[in-house]
């Protein structure tokens, strides 16, 4: 099983960055997805989280900006990033989980100008 993550990049304070997540080499739909983030020097934080059924779960800290779904079908997750802030920058890493959590290998999201 592998999860791709893509849409990181360069992007000035107050845009937007959509994030995608793309799974392959499984038969299986991920009971959950979603994506984590690692700022240099900090510890891997939750941001946001979307189950099979549609339930979702936001960091405290994107709640307004960030926008989570997920395509069951493709089992890809997605993260459109609006407002987005220089704390914001870090490597962002997708997630699913199914009997146990398989991760991506991040993609980094710089916010400066």
């Known amino acids: 099983v592998q999860l791709q993550a893509s849409g990181g990049g360069l992007v000035q304070p107050g845009g937007s960055l959509r994030l995608s997540c793309a799974a392959s080499g499984t038969i299986f739909r991920f009971n959950a997805m979603g994506w984590y983030r690692q700022a240099p020097g900090k510890e891997r934080e939750l941001v946001a989280t979307i189950t099979s059924g549609g339930s979702i779960a936001y960091a405290e800290f994107v709640k307004g900006r960030f926008t989570i779904s997920r395509d069951n079908a493709e089992n890809t997750v997605y993260m459109q990033m609006n407002s987005l802030e220089p704390e914001d920058t870090a490597v962002y890493y997708c997630?699913?989980?199914?009997?146990?959590?398989?991760w991506g290998k991040g993609t980094l999201v710089t916010v400066s100008s």
């Open positions: 997630y699913g989980v199914y009997g146990m959590t398989y």
